[in-house]
């Protein structure tokens, strides 16, 4: 590949209040090429994505230096309409459709085709949405991505790989496009999704749209990408072709040292004569999109089980029906003791803790502070991180919540200007270690935890496994953990739960044969 670069950045700097985030980045990405960008949480990914599209966060607080040159001219964008007009598509981690809208409408947003009629001779603005072009471009849109679903369909609901790729599609159907930026595309896709988003992206760089890849999935990056730029703490520390590439390489050059990924080796877990933790029996979740339906699972106390399964298939609706965020209906016990369902309190007042996988609608409060995310829900219900002041009333001693904060902050490595930033201004990773560290903070006995390590980066994802791991052997924490990607899940689970069609289809050992879980997945007879 060679040529004049679609996309050229030359010496982009930017400061926060004196801070330094991003160091003189220098990148070029061809016409045709998929350019992987990596590094971790807070290395500058974000900050030079926002710079790209001219986000207004960037002009509010005094711009950039450098040079961002598309197809060989000079551009300086004042927001994102532009960057996109120019042909510049953005495929988000955080889903950008409205739930209320259908597929065909999300597509077409902002760019429907209108028909003439009578009263927009004299007023254009009276002309009519031509529905069946709206429909036609949608369908062709869905048809690249290989997405069979229906154009009218409400996205609300929708399975979130389905989200995703809709998102895909919205971007494929602008005429104009020339780059196109994945940011975390394949965080909330199951394996055989995420293969099947490398091969579009594969297709989309055959036909000279230029990508470029940011992720946190070092594997994908060597299945696809020609050349890969590596940021460390906001400049450039390597850049490699995939010819000369390896993991262990990428990983050492994102983080500074050489990192060993290696879990603890996984001990006998708690035997069938163990007493249980959870015992749920005929479960039933009104979850849109991750449904479940008549599901029965026993869970010895002491061990982490996991539960695995393809998207949209009900994996995900299990630990938000036990902690009350979505309708449930089913008998749960609880150390033997019943819980009531659709109780949020009830279900933390039990020793049950929960990291949620939608850590922007369930998991934070953007707003407010990082030390106030990981005490509040404590203060609620466990009346902890309070001094009495007079009988009856207490205060919140800031003091020890400010000491709390700073261990966690400490032990999780979350990259902060400190304990009183806001959660909202954190980077998609370290706001899911806010909200680890707020789950660890109510020292449960069951601990709940879903898509632990979706849009983190290698060293955090590290981190937050060993941490899981460690709160069950030196604390004696259940851990229930669901999670998409199946090789973590074997590599810190005593067992595996595979939920097919709302329902426990099976229960593997985590050295079960591959052929086994594939099997499981897909709902299929397991051999005897």
């Not at 008998?331 to 279900?347: H, Y």
Request: glycine letters at 10%; proline letters at 5%; hydrophobic letters at 45%.
């Amino acid at each position: 590949m060679s040529g004049t670069p679609v996309l050229e950045l030359r010496g982009i700097a930017k400061e926060y209040a004196g801070n330094r985030v991003v160091k003189g980045v220098d990148l070029q990405v061809l016409p045709g090429e998929i350019h992987a960008l990596v590094g971790e949480n807070g290395a500058g990914k974000s900050t030079l994505m926002n710079i790209l599209f001219g986000m207004p966060v960037i002009h509010s607080t005094g711009g950039y230096s450098g040079e961002i040159r598309l197809d060989g001219r000079e551009v300086r964008f004042a927001g994102p309409s532009e960057a996109m007009t120019a042909g510049i598509g953005m495929v988000h981690q955080e889903f950008m459709l409205i739930g209320g809208f259908s597929v065909a409408e999300n597509i077409k947003l902002n760019r429907e085709p209108l028909r003439p009629n009578f009263l927009s001779r004299f007023a254009p603005k009276l002309a009519t949405l031509d529905r069946r072009k709206i429909d036609s471009d949608a369908r062709a849109a869905l048809d690249q991505v290989g997405l069979d679903l229906d154009t009218w369909t409400h996205v609300q609901g929708l399975p979130v790989g389905h989200m995703q790729f809709v998102e895909i599609a919205r971007e494929l159907d602008k005429e104009n496009l020339r780059l196109l930026v994945f940011d975390e595309p394949t965080a909330v896709l199951t394996e055989s999704e995420a293969d099947r988003l490398l091969q579009v992206m594969q297709d989309l760089s055959a036909r000279g749209i230029a990508i470029l890849f940011i992720t946190h999935r070092l594997h994908e990056v060597m299945a696809v990408a020609g050349r890969i730029t590596v940021l460390r703490d906001g400049e450039v520390v390597a850049r490699m072709d995939r010819s000369n590439a390896t993991l262990e390489g990428i990983a050492e050059a994102m983080v500074g040292r050489k990192l060993d990924m290696t879990l603890a080796d996984r001990r006998p877990g708690p035997g069938p004569e163990s007493s249980l933790a959870l015992d749920i029996r005929n479960l039933e979740v009104d979850m849109p999109g991750e449904a479940v339906h008549d599901l029965t699972l026993a869970v010895r106390r002491g061990e982490i089980l996991g539960l695995g399964g393809l998207a949209g298939y009900g994996k995900v609706g299990v630990a938000n029906g036990l902690m009350g965020i979505q309708p449930a209906r089913g008998t749960v016990m609880v150390n033997g003791r019943p819980l009531k369902l659709n109780d949020p309190a009830g279900s933390l007042a039990e020793r049950m803790a929960f990291v949620s996988e939608d850590r922007r609608g369930v998991g934070i409060m953007p707003e407010e502070s990082i030390e106030l995310n990981m005490v509040l829900p404590s203060i609620r219900v466990q009346r902890r991180f309070l001094r009495r002041v007079l009988p009856g009333v207490h205060l919140l001693d800031q003091k020890v919540v400010r000491g709390h904060a700073n261990r966690m902050i400490r032990d999780l490595d979350v990259r902060t200007t400190g304990p009183a930033q806001s959660v909202g201004r954190l980077s998609g990773g370290n706001q899911q270690k806010v909200c680890v560290a707020r789950a660890m903070t109510l020292e449960p006995e069951i601990l709940l935890v879903s898509e632990p390590t979706r849009g983190i980066d290698i060293g955090a994802k590290k981190l937050v496994l060993d941490l899981i791991v460690a709160l069950n052997r030196k604390q004696g924490v259940t851990v229930l953990v669901t999670s998409s990607e199946l090789a973590e899940l074997r590599g810190i689970c005593d067992r595996i739960a595979i939920v097919t069609r709302g329902k426990v289809h099976a229960i593997l050992d985590p050295d079960a044969p591959d052929a086994h879980y594939g099997l499981a997945m897909a709902g299929e007879q397991m051999p005897s």
